[in-house]
């Protein structure tokens, strides 16, 4: 089915369970596509007929940006974006089925927090050897609050920004040789950057429902 109408906000009621699942898009290192990715899961979502909320844990960020551009242009969002400046995801917000947190770099707090907490981590990076060794910072983090879990915490890799060259692949193959469970790759695409304050369309969503999918989430 092609994707140009415009989406509407399933209704709450519809669709409402007790609590929401929650997924945290985490990266250290900034600009690897963390808002894209929490963007695309939002849509993806929207699509699937669920309720979306996405905390935007960076103060004045992107994602309440994009949100208030699309109301601005008479297209709102299907979901609902806010800003979020306490360390939880509020998984007491039981009007809605999915609480996507969008976190900003550089937060080792928070990042423990989503360790902790969420219920899925979603980690993009972009190609580069460089990319590799910071995200094993993230990784570390993560690693430390993943013992104290009483759930296990299931997360991915989602390789962003990819085309057809050396670095991808390269990029590919140290990922598989250090056993980095990737979810999916993304294209580099200016139909991406373009998008923002925009609706995504459905052919820019195929790896969003990779993602979903490879994580085990049913829908
Ligand atoms: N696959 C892609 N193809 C082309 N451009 C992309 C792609 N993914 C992201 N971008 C662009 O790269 C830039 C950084 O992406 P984004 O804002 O999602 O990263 P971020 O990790 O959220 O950054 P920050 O750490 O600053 O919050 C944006 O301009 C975005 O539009
Ligand atoms: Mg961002």
């Known amino acids: 089915m092609k994707y140009h109408t415009l989406m509407t906000k399933p209704s709450a009621k519809k669709s409402a369970r007790k609590l929401p699942i929650t997924i945290g898009v985490v990266?250290?290192?900034?600009?690897?596509?963390?808002?894209?990715v929490t963007m695309m899961l939002a849509f993806q979502l929207a699509r699937e007929g669920k309720n979306v909320i996405i905390h935007d844990k960076d103060s004045g960020g992107t994602a309440m940006s994009w949100d208030k551009?699309?109301?601005?242009?008479?297209?709102?969002?299907?979901?609902?974006?806010?800003?979020?400046?306490n360390f939880g995801l509020l998984?007491?917000?039981?009007?809605?089925?999915?609480?996507?947190?969008?976190?900003?770099p550089n937060n080792e707090l928070l990042l423990t927090t989503m360790a902790a907490t969420?219920?899925?981590?979603?980690?993009?990076l972009l190609p580069g050897g460089v990319e590799i060794d910071r995200v094993g910072l993230?990784?570390?983090?993560?690693?430390?609050?993943?013992?104290?879990?009483?759930?296990?915490?299931?997360?991915g890799y989602v390789l962003n920004s990819v085309g057809n060259n050396n670095i991808t692949k390269e990029t590919e193959k140290h990922m598989k040789e250090l056993g980095y469970p990737v979810l999916t790759s993304i294209p580099r695409r200016v139909a991406y950057s373009e998008a923002y304050g925009k609706h995504l369309r459905g052919d820019l969503?195929?790896?969003a429902e990779d993602i979903l999918r490879n994580l085990g989430i049913k829908l």
């Open 69 to 85: 551009a699309a109301t601005n242009l008479g297209q709102p969002l299907p979901f609902d974006v806010a800003h979020s400046d």
């Open 27 to 36: 990266n250290q290192k900034g600009g690897v596509g963390k808002t894209t």
């Open 91 to 104: 998984t007491s917000q039981t009007d809605y089925d999915f609480v996507i947190a969008d976190n900003p």
């Open 118 to 124: 969420a219920d899925y981590l979603v980690i993009p």
């Open 138 to 155: 993230t990784k570390e983090i993560m690693a430390k609050e993943e013992g104290a879990r009483e759930t296990t915490l299931r997360y």
């Open 205 to 207: 969503l195929l790896p």
